[in-house]
């Protein structure tokens, strides 16, 4: 393994990591997919729904770290899950990265001025009919959020470096519709991350910090 630079894992680093590689290769590179290869086909096949989240590295400038959020038991695909703030994508939205930035709005009412998108990954798409662009973005270390407790129970922050720690990125399976289903976790102390989530993550550390 590389050396790891002490700011390896900042904001500035981050940012300029995700304008360099500006590029967004063939989703099929990247993904938990690539673990499943019979879904690939059968999602490449599927109409699918655009829907956009917001990837955030928080900049409280001796450290980074990542905001995610825990969705209501309510909500109706990925309910009580570990996620990034995002959804679908509406007509009226100008780009993918306003549509992010609309749902971190109404989800965690995190304010697009506290928000510096700087790049995007490449598609990830689900089983659960969704085309999602995650949105990588530096907020503010002085952000302000206040939860739609409809769609969000919590919002906390897990350290960046932790995430980019590939000792920390678990393959996992568990059987989903007669079929075992192989994905990455990343559990951190009491959150369990796993899904979409750890695989939009695995994707970031697989493109900039691997």
Do not use: C
């Not at 993918?96 to 506290?114: F, V």
């Amino acid at each position: 393994m590389r050396d790891v630079a002490d700011d390896e894992f900042s904001a500035a680093t981050f940012r300029s990591r995700a304008v360099e590689r500006g590029d967004v290769e063939d989703w099929r590179q990247y993904g938990d997919h690539v673990l499943n290869l019979d879904i690939a086909e059968r999602l490449a096949a599927q109409t699918l729904r655009d829907a956009a989240v917001l990837v955030p590295l928080v900049d409280h400038g001796d450290r980074t770290g990542v905001l995610l959020t825990q969705r209501t038991a309510a909500m109706r695909t990925h309910s009580g899950q570990i996620a990034f703030p995002g959804g679908a994508v509406d007509p009226d939205d100008p780009s993918i990265e306003a549509a992010a930035m609309r749902e971190a709005d109404e989800e965690i009412g995190l304010s697009p001025s506290a928000i510096e998108p700087v790049g995007r990954l490449p598609h990830y798409l689900t089983v659960t009919g969704f085309r999602i662009t995650p949105v990588l973005a530096v907020i503010r270390g002085d952000y302000s959020m206040t939860l739609n407790r409809q769609e969000v129970d919590d919002a906390f922050e897990v350290p960046f470096d932790f995430l980019m720690n590939p000792a920390n990125h678990n393959r996992e399976s568990r059987f989903w519709e007669g079929r075992e289903r192989h994905f990455y976790a990343m559990p951190y102390k009491d959150r369990y991350i796993w899904g979409v989530t750890a695989g939009i993550l695995r994707t970031l550390y697989e493109r900039h910090y691997s």
